[in-house]
Nanobody, 120 residues
Framework: QVQLVESGGGLVQAGGSLRLSCAAS????????MGWYRQAPGKQRELVAV???????TYADSVKGRFTISRDNANNTVYLQMSSLKPVDTAVYFC??????????????WGQGTQVTVSS
């Protein structure tokens, strides 16, 4: 059984910062990609940022220069440092990871989501 547990969401004023964390636990052999997605009310879930096992990263254009994704491979944890937050960043943020266990290779797991609200 694998679990992704997120933390760090909350309410912040525009221009402020938040740091999200997501820790994976369970019968994990390896983790390939880890990333963050978000879903605003009435909208589809969208990619925010991903980081590969080797450290390369990809960001949505809307967050480039403001958000930074990083990971701690020793602790199976991914972070999202969010700065210069805007009201349009308000959404539920979900952690995602492609995890290899004894049963499946690169299976996608999701966290439960954490709410980020940016007030104007």
């Amino acid at each position: 059984q694998v679990q992704l547990v997120e933390s760090g969401g909350g309410l912040v004023q525009a221009g402020g910062s938040l740091r999200l964390s997501c820790a994976a636990s369970g019968s994990i052999r390896s983790i390939n990609v880890m990333g963050w997605y978000r879903q605003a009310p009435g909208k589809q879930r969208e990619l925010v940022a991903v980081i590969f096992n080797g450290g390369s990263t990809t960001y949505a254009d809307s967050v480039k220069g403001r958000f930074t994704i990083s990971r701690d491979n020793a602790n199976n944890t991914v972070y999202l440092q969010m700065s210069s937050l805007k009201p349009v960043d308000t959404a539920v943020y979900f952690c995602n990871a492609l995890i290899t266990t004894g049963y499946a290779r690169n299976y996608p797991y999701w966290g439960q989501g954490t709410q980020v609200t940016v007030s104007s």
